[in-house]
């Protein structure tokens, strides 16, 4: 469980979220791109990692196959791109989201089939 959260692919998207946060939040740093789209990337490659180590600690579950990450990430742009626009004017609709979400579940289904699938189960 823990070299989950010490392996690149979590920590990275994590430092770039938090480094993110801070830049535009405290400093006002505004970066458009970055500002656009490196949240939803980040949300995607961290949600899922979380998703997979809550799976595994309370069913004792096997690590997802493509096809359940795939599930859940189309369960997270339904939420974050149709049903929270549709239910608040803060949050827009934005389908290049989807795309930067698209990319999180690449590099987590990436490092997902290799390293982190023996990490997992070797600590539990």
Not at 74 to 93: G, K, N
Request: net charge neutral.
């Amino acid at each position: 469980m823990k070299k989950m959260f010490f392996h690149f692919s979590f920590i990275l998207p994590a430092l770039l979220f938090v480094t993110h946060q801070l830049l535009q939040k405290v400093y006002h740093i505004k970066i458009q791109l970055l500002d656009n789209y490196l949240d939803p990337f980040c949300f995607t490659a961290l949600v899922l990692p979380l998703l997979q180590l809550e799976r595994s600690l309370l069913f004792r579950s096997k690590p997802f196959t493509h096809f359940e990450s795939f599930i859940y990430f189309l369960f997270l742009v339904l939420f974050s791109e149709i049903m929270l626009p549709a239910l608040d004017d803060s949050f827009v609709f934005d389908p290049i989201d989807m795309i930067a979400m698209g990319l999180g579940l690449l590099w987590f289904n990436f490092f997902h089939s290799s390293t982190l699938r023996i990490g997992i189960h070797q600590t539990i």
